[in-house]
Every structure is written in structure tokens, then in C-alpha cells.
């Protein structure tokens, strides 16, 4: 994995100072649900259209910046993270050039690697800091998706995954581990960690789906910072 991906710049104007002078401790990922890389950059430059993120990665592993990581992009719009309700200000988000339907391309991933390994490390953002668009606006947003390797960034340690572990209570451990549970219907709770940690699996929660929920929460609590 290189540790040095070349970036390109292409200044948005679609953005902000992060509220009360935050610091980012959360990373988001998302796909564009574009066509191409450059009609997603286009957007997101586009002032009218209000929205942002810090950068974009295409198809072939090109990484554009848009907005300085230092600053507030308007990427994740309404949701929550644990405590975190102004998510804009606390995360860096990260577009994948995907129309959401398709596999992610393996430049894209060494290129997202690349880029994520030296974020994490200039904000001293945890693995479990690195989240889903999906995981805090459930029922709202899916991406990054289904076909989006979640274990892949854990190997390298860019993320988390889970381990069976006993437990009974499925709300109350996805609540722990950062869900908004309470904010949306359980139901969206299930959704959205099904589409990140068992994107195949079908029909009514079951053990497995409980076991995995309660060891993110007792190895990978939230922290508590509004």
C-alpha cells in the first residue's frame, strides 16, 4: 500500500469553518451514485447545488481535493454518530466514484487506503472513527453500499470488524457502537448494519446478527463527545 498518493486539487466552493473550532475525529465514507468520477467532481464544485466533500477518488485510484481537510465540506448532511450530531464538523468525507451498483475498483481501494492511512494518522482518527454514510443516516443513505469491502480496510487497520460474542441485546450494543438508534426506525438500525458487517444476509435478525453487534460494542464503544 503506498503511503504517498498523488492528490490533485480542484477547490470547491462549498464549504465552511468546522463549528466551534472542532478538530475531525470521524472519516465518511460514500460512493457518488455518478456515472464518472469528473460529472461527480462537477457537482460537488457546483455552487448551487450546496454540497461537498474533502475528496474524490476515481475509478483508477485519482485522489482530488476539494476541500481542505481543516474545514467543514457538506457531505453527510442530517444523521448521528454516537453523541455526534453535527457530523459535518467532526468528519472528513471521502467520495468513491461508484454508481453504487458495481464493484469498487482495486486502484480506487489502494488509492482510498493510501489516502485514509495518512488521515488517520494527521487527526489521530481511531479504525472505528472510520465509518458509512449508511451507518449514521440509516434508512436515509446506503452508500457506500454492499459491494463496499469494509473487512478489507480492517486487515490493514483502517476500520473495524467483528467477532461473534455472546449477548442479547441488539439496540442497546448497536446504540453503544455508535448507531442512532432512537432517531430512526430499529428496523433501519438492522439495515444499515447488515449492509456493512452481513450485506447478504436476509430476513428477521438472528444470532448472528446479535453476537457481531455486541462484540463492536464491548471492543469498540463510542466515545461520548457531543
Known amino acids: ?77 442530517a444523521g448521528r454518530w454516537g453523541d455526534v450530531r453535527d457530523v459535518n464538523s467532526r468528519a472528513i468525507g471521502i467520495e468513491l466514484a461508484n454508481t453504487g451498483d458495481q464493484p469498487f475498483a482495486e486502484p480506487q481501494m489502494a488509492g482510498l487506503e493510501a489516502l485514509l492511512a495518512q488521515i488517520m494518522v494527521r487527526w489521530a482518527i481511531a479504525p472505528e472513527r472510520v465509518i458509512g454514510h449508511s451507518d449514521m443516516a440509516p434508512g436515509r443513505k446506503s452508500d457506500p453500499g454492499a459491494r463496499f469491502d469494509w473487512a478489507r480496510l480492517a486487515r490493514l487497520g483502517l476500520s473495524v470488524w467483528p467477532q461473534a460474542r455472546a449477548g442479547s441485546d441488539f439496540y442497546g450494543a448497536a446504540a453503544a457502537f455508535g448507531y442512532p438508534v432512537g432517531d430512526v426506525e430499529d428496523a433501519h438500525i438492522l439495515e444499515a448494519f447488515r449492509l456493512r458487517f452481513r450485506p447478504w444476509a436476509t430476513g428477521g435478525m438472528d444470532a448472528v446478527d446479535v453476537a457481531l453487534m455486541s462484540d463492536l460494542a464491548a471492543r469498540w464503544p463510542v466515545r461520548g463527545c457531543a
Open 1 to 77: 500500500m503506498s503511503l504517498r498518493p498523488q492528490i490533485f486539487e480542484r477547490v470547491s466552493p462549498n464549504w465552511g469553518a468546522r463549528r466551534g473550532g472542532q478538530r475531525p475525529d470521524l472519516v465518511v465514507i460514500h460512493y457518488t451514485a455518478m456515472q464518472s468520477a469528473q460529472a461527480a467532481i462537477e457537482r460537488l464544485c457546483d455552487p448551487v447545488a450546496e454540497v461537498s466533500a474533502h475528496y474524490v477518488i476515481c475509478e483508477r485510484g485519482g485522489v482530488t481535493r476539494l476541500v481542505p481537510e481543516g474545514e467543514r465540506a457538506w457531505h453527510a448532511g
